[in-house]
């Protein structure tokens, strides 16, 4: 089992950056495609994007093309998604999750991943 802690959430003005990570513990990271989801306010959680076991492969939600990039570094245990010319609606709680499953399937639905982070708020003012 792998635990997992977002950081890197907080306030920035539209147009700018962030750069959240996702920490994990437990069971080393490598053994999981990871993801990241997001949950704005009255909405249901959110595929943003998911990244493969060696990094190799990635795929993002329309919303975030070009905008958002996910990647990885296994040695430090350590999943990140850089955020760029953030708009008031990417104003949610970001979470980060795992995948168990075999191979890799760009997984976008919350029940194909197995753990998840407590999420950190992300807010972008206009």
């Known amino acids: 089992q792998v635990q997992l802690v977002e950081s890197g959430g907080g306030l920035v003005q539209a147009g700018g950056s962030l750069r959240l990570s996702c920490a994990a513990s437990?069971?080393?990271?490598?053994?999981?495609?990871m993801g990241w989801f997001r949950q704005a306010p009255g909405k249901e959680r959110e595929f943003v994007a998911t990244?493969?076991?060696?990094?190799?492969?990635?795929y993002y939600a329309d919303s975030v093309q070009g905008r958002f990039a996910i990647s990885r570094d296994n040695a430090k245990n350590t999943v990140w998604l850089q955020m760029n010319s953030l708009k008031p609606e990417d104003t949610a709680v970001y979470y980060c999750?795992?995948?168990?499953?075999?191979?890799?399937?760009?997984?976008?639905?919350?029940?194909?991943?197995?753990?998840w982070g407590q999420g950190t708020q992300v807010t972008v003012s206009s």
């Open positions: 999750a795992a995948d168990r499953s075999v191979g890799w399937r760009a997984s976008r639905r919350e029940n194909e991943y197995d753990y």
């Open positions: 990244i493969s076991r060696s990094g190799g492969f990635t």
């Open positions: 437990g069971r080393t990271v490598s053994t999981y495609n």
